[in-house]
């Protein structure tokens, strides 16, 4: 496996495994999985359903318990800010209005009513929706509501932003709007994104490495640097030809372990 070049990591993971039992059966999700995540990276994990990804997600945001492995994560300024999560629906309070569910994740931090809404009005205005801030869910599309989770998330200000496959249900031109806009807010905020997809194309857009799991218990199968530079054409012969190098590669190997990919 390609080993992560640079500074210390903010994330690292060392034989994660995690197993439970139900109903008489016991299941193992994730066994042996190494991964090193540096500070400001995007890194993209690709895989079929069931191998994992999400879980991976779940144990980093403490909401699953590994049952082996090491998981370190460089602890942030605040507490309250190490990680946040974005799922794949927005997941908003149909009851409150746009501004109150961006504050609905700060109401646990210890900041005031006026430091809470400031700071959701900012990162309102960084997904480009400041002036929806006393719109109800309902009255916006699914893109913008997706905005909105996203605005939730950064407004607590995490070092480390985990995105659980969050463009998947959007039509093709509202996701790569919204891929684009994730690349900007990137740029300007500098956060380590890990973000899940089964969409190759979309993870070599977007990420500095694509991680690609595989297996049953899920483990890192290969991890692959996109050295093309940003801002990157979208559908450009090199990113293609990146895309398909993954793809054959996932395919082959599904082939020798039977794994049943989605790609």
């Excluded at 008489?24 to 500070?39: F, M, N, P, S, Y």
């Excluded at 605040?78 to 149909?94: E, I, K, M, T």
Aim: one cysteine or more; glycine letters at 8%.
């Amino acid at each position: 496996m390609e080993a992560m070049m640079g500074p210390a990591p903010v994330i690292h993971i060392e034989g994660l495994a995690l197993a439970f039992d139900q109903n008489g059966r016991h299941t193992e999700v994730l066994r042996g999985l190494d991964l090193d995540v540096g500070r400001g990276e995007f890194v993209a994990i690709v895989g079929s359903s069931g191998v994992g990804k999400s879980t991976l997600l779940r144990v980093l945001m403490g909401l699953a318990r590994p049952t082996a492995g090491l998981v370190e994560i460089e602890p942030s300024e605040s507490p309250n800010s190490g990680l946040a999560l974005v799922f794949q629906d927005a997941r908003l309070l149909p009851w409150r209005r746009v501004l109150s569910n961006v504050c609905f994740g700060l109401e646990k931090t210890g900041l005031d009513r006026a430091a809470r809404r400031e700071r959701a009005i900012r990162a309102l205005a960084l997904v480009g929706l400041r002036d929806m801030a006393d719109r109800w869910p309902h009255q916006m599309s699914g893109g913008q509501r997706q905005r909105v989770a996203l605005a939730r998330a950064l407004a607590v200000d995490p070092a480390i932003l985990l995105m659980d496959e969050p463009f998947s249900a959007l039509d093709v031109a509202t996701r790569e709007n919204l891929q684009d806009e994730l690349l900007r807010i990137r740029e300007e905020t500098g956060k380590t994104i890990l973000f899940v997809t089964h969409d190759i194309e979309e993870a070599v857009y977007l990420a500095d490495r694509v991680v690609a799991l595989g297996g049953k218990p899920g483990e890192v199968r290969s991890s692959r640097t996109i050295d093309i530079p940003r801002p990157r054409a979208r559908g450009s012969a090199a990113l293609q030809g990146i895309a398909a190098a993954i793809k054959a590669a996932i395919t082959a190997e599904a082939a020798e372990t039977r794994d049943d990919w989605v790609i």
